[in-house]
């Protein structure tokens, strides 16, 4: 890992000159995400995902300034300096550092890796060499000897939590642990001030090169660890992928600053959320990924209830869970442990199961925490396993469910069955039974967009839902009801609101206002 790193000075402006033509040079040569598939294609592409870079290598055997981009910042070849300047202003990226000279060659001092932002945008995500996930070889391959302050590249877990962040236009947001700073980058776009943290200065500096490669406005970046940068200070939004790892201290003291917390257990994650609260205004909200441990003879239900702190609703989504054999085996293999002799890797395999069997910990799970500041005495915490594929973004669902909680609690049932509800979008109806069969066993709502959520609905419940265009009350469309199946309108209004609740929950259903 050089010590080394670019310089981007926004209140430069020569620097900050120097900085838009590397940026204008890049776009130029289609050093896009756009670009790159067309190049290498979709099958050298997904290689590089895999860090496999023999794909790319073939793919950029030619000389134009794709390729030599290709090479110098995702593959970090040295390049001949007179290929480089057919594809850079080479001087003002030897002057501020982004390239440096290997002889007759030039190389790049950090991956720069294309990404494409929601609305189509061009950015740039910078990290530390071999680090960029989809770049030249993973953490495992960092050519580096302290490894402990790495910065990594955008990954899974980074565009994650891009895709479920809230992006409501807000006044103040907080990007706590920025890493290379792709949330600061996401936030910069709807918030008109962006304050980013990271206990890692490195950090720091590479979120300031994100920032200023993409054209972005700057970012307030503040060195410390959780909360401690900001003082009392209060945001709007809070978003963080936070060194969520679950680990021991490696045997030689060290820890990996992008991913292990230095705190035991679960300890992290869980003072992140009770402190947020805090640092939140009115109706703000704090988003971020976790993990979380798995204890014997505790609910991990309750466990994660028991984090959210006083006047905040909260949903909770475990995404996956891992026996502690293969958490282990999976951070041991990314900090690349597993290269490091069989006695060493058997050794640091055993203090992971030592430190889980003392925590009693039997496994661990991985997911979403968004908590929304609503000041309620009767917060609405929503705890659930949802393994199943999704539809990214999510940061418009995320307001829908809090929207939602909202009406609910708001709504008894007499206003309920007095309100109007529409089938929300691209919700279909499925009715399993034998083939033949005069009814269907059961039948089944399903969602094709956001959570894609699917639910057992009686015949009274799919009928309601089918008629739901908004136009009628729903205690007058359970009357019409009642009358076809011979019921009572009195018994069935009286147990069907929780059903109605239920489908609001979950968003097959939305209040809208009375057309009259």
């Known amino acids: ?48 995902a895999r860090n496999e870079t023999v794909p790319a290598l073939r793919a950029t055997r030619g000389d134009g300034p794709l390729e030599t981009l290709v090479r110098l910042f995702l593959l970090q070849h040295p390049v001949a300096e007179r290929r480089a300047r057919a594809a850079l202003p080479v001087a003002d990226c030897l002057a501020d ?47 580096a000897k302290d490894r402990a302050q790495l910065v990594l590249g955008v990954g899974g877990a980074s565009t994650t939590l891009a895709g479920i962040t809230a992006r409501t236009p807000v006044a103040k947001a907080l990007d706590l642990g920025t890493g290379s700073g792709i ?12 304050t980013a943290t990271d206990l890692n200065p490195r950090a720091l500096r590479i979120a300031a090169l994100t920032l200023a490669l993409s054209g972005a406005r700057p970012a307030d970046l503040r060195e410390g660890s959780l909360f401690e940068p900001v003082g009392e200070e209060k945001y ?20 990996l600053t992008y991913r292990d917390g230095g705190m035991g257990g679960d300890d992290l994650c869980r003072t992140l959320v009770q402190q947020s609260a805090a640092h939140l205004n009115d109706g703000g909200y704090c988003q971020l990924l976790a993990n979380w441990q798995h204890v014997a003879d505790e609910e991990w239900h309750d466990r994660l209830r028991s984090w959210v702190p006083r006047g905040c609703d909260a949903w909770i989504v475990q995404r996956e869970v891992q026996d502690i054999t293969q958490y282990t085996e999976l951070w041991l293999r990314d900090a690349g442990d597993h290269r490091a002799g069989d006695e060493s890797y058997a050794a640091r395999y055993d203090a992971w199961l030592d430190e889980f ?22 917060p609405a915490i929503t705890v659930e396993e ?21 009406y609910l609690r708001a709504t008894d049932d007499a206003a309920l069955l007095a309100g109007h509800f529409r089938l929300a979008d691209e919700v279909v109806q499925e009715q399993v039974g034998l083939p ?45 009801i009642a ?17 109605i609740r239920m489908l609001i929950e979950q968003g097959f259903l939305e209040p809208v206002a009375s057309r009259g």
Not at 10 to 25: G, I
Not at 386 to 406: A, I, K, N, T, Y
Not at 483 to 497: A, C, H, I, K, Y
């Open 236 to 255: 709007d939004l809070i978003v963080s992928n936070p060194p969520f790892v679950i680990s021991p201290l490696r045997p030689e003291g060290a820890r």
């Open 386 to 406: 949802w393994p199943h594929p999704v539809e990214q973004p999510l940061g418009e669902s995320v307001v829908g469910h809090f929207d939602r909680q909202d």
């Open 357 to 378: 069997e003392a925590r009693g910990t039997k496994a661990v799970g991985f997911g979403w925490i968004t908590l929304r500041k609503s000041g309620s005495d009767s």
């Open 97 to 143: 550092g982004w390239l440096e000279r290997d002889g007759d060659d030039v190389r790049a001092t950090v991956d720069v890796r294309p990404y494409g932002g929601p609305e189509g945008q061009d950015w740039w995500i910078v990290s530390d060499l071999g680090c960029a996930v989809g770049g030249a070889g993973g953490i495992g391959g960092a050519r």
């Open 1 to 48: 890992m050089s010590t080394h790193l670019p310089t981007a000075d926004a209140q430069d402006p020569e620097s900050a000159a120097r900085t838009e033509r590397l940026r204008q040079a890049l776009l130029a040569a289609a050093f896009t995400a756009d670009g790159l598939l067309d190049l290498l294609g979709a099958p050298a592409y997904a290689a590089l």
């Open 183 to 194: 949330q600061a980058l996401h936030a910069a776009q709807h918030a008109t001030r962006v």
């Open 483 to 499: 009358q076809l199946v011979g019921e009572d309108p009195v018994l069935l209004r009286d147990r069907t609101p929780e059903s």
């Open 436 to 480: 033949g069969a005069e009814d269907p066993e059961h039948v089944v709502l399903r969602q094709h967009r956001g959570m894609r959520r699917a639910t057992k609905v009686d015949t009274v419940g799919a009928g309601f839902a089918g008629v739901c265009d908004g136009s009628l009350p729903a205690g007058r469309i359970l009357d019409a």
